[in-house]
Every structure is written in C-alpha cells, then in structure tokens.
Nanobody, 126 residues
C-alpha cells in the first residue's frame, strides 16, 4: 500500500509559478510510475503529466507542454510538478498518482493508476 500526500498548492497570479510536491510512503517508490492529474471546476479529471521509473520518459498533456515539468527524487520518495506561466485555465485540484505496473512507458490513463493522493488546490487569478 502506498500513501500519497500532495503539497504546494495555493493562489497565484496568472503568469506566475508554483511547484507541487507529492510525498509517498513505502520503500519501493522507485518502482512506481508517477503521474499528475487535475480536475478543473465543473470538468472531469484529466491527465497532466507522467514520469517513468528512473525518470527516463516523461509525458505531458498538450495543454501544459512547455510550461510544466514533472520530476522525481527517489531518494526522497517525492515527485514534483513545476508549473510556470500559469494560466487561468490551470485552476484545478491537482492529484498525484502511482502506477505499480512494470511497463517502460508511463500511462496517461487514470484507470492504470493504483494509488491516489487527496489533491491540492491550485487557483490562478487574473
């Protein structure tokens, strides 16, 4: 069982930056593919970014590509989402998730992820 706790959300002006962190419990964090998803007000939860084991491969949604960067520190059992040039439409609850599958490529599908955090609110104001 893996427990995930997100932090770093808050209120930021458009054009600003935030860094989200997701701390995981357990000794096998390095074996998990990690993802960030988000749910905007009135919308379904959607994929934002994912990173493979060993940080070899990263994927991004088109809406965040070039602005967001996912990274991981296996020594700290933590995955990060650096968000730059934030836009109003980035306002959402951000969730991190862990996928225990052993594939090389991280998944963009929510159904592939086994563990989820409670989420952290990011609000971008004009």
């Amino acid at each position: 069982q893996v427990q995930l706790v997100e932090s770093g959300g808050g209120l930021v002006q458009a054009g600003g930056s935030l860094r989200l962190a997701c701390a995981a419990s357990g000794p096998t964090f390095n074996m998990y593919t990690m993802g960030w998803f988000r749910r905007a007000p009135g919308k379904e939860r959607e994929f934002a970014a994912a990173i493979s084991r060993g940080s070899r491969i990263t994927y991004y949604a088109n809406s965040v590509k070039g602005r967001f960067t996912i990274s991981r520190d296996d020594a700290k059992n933590t995955v990060y989402l650096q968000m730059n040039s934030l836009k109003l439409e980035d306002t959402a609850v951000y969730y991190c998730a862990a996928d225990r599958a052993f594939g090389l490529y991280p998944s963009r599908l929510q159904s592939e992820y086994d563990y989820w955090g409670q989420g952290t609110q990011v609000t971008v104001s004009s």
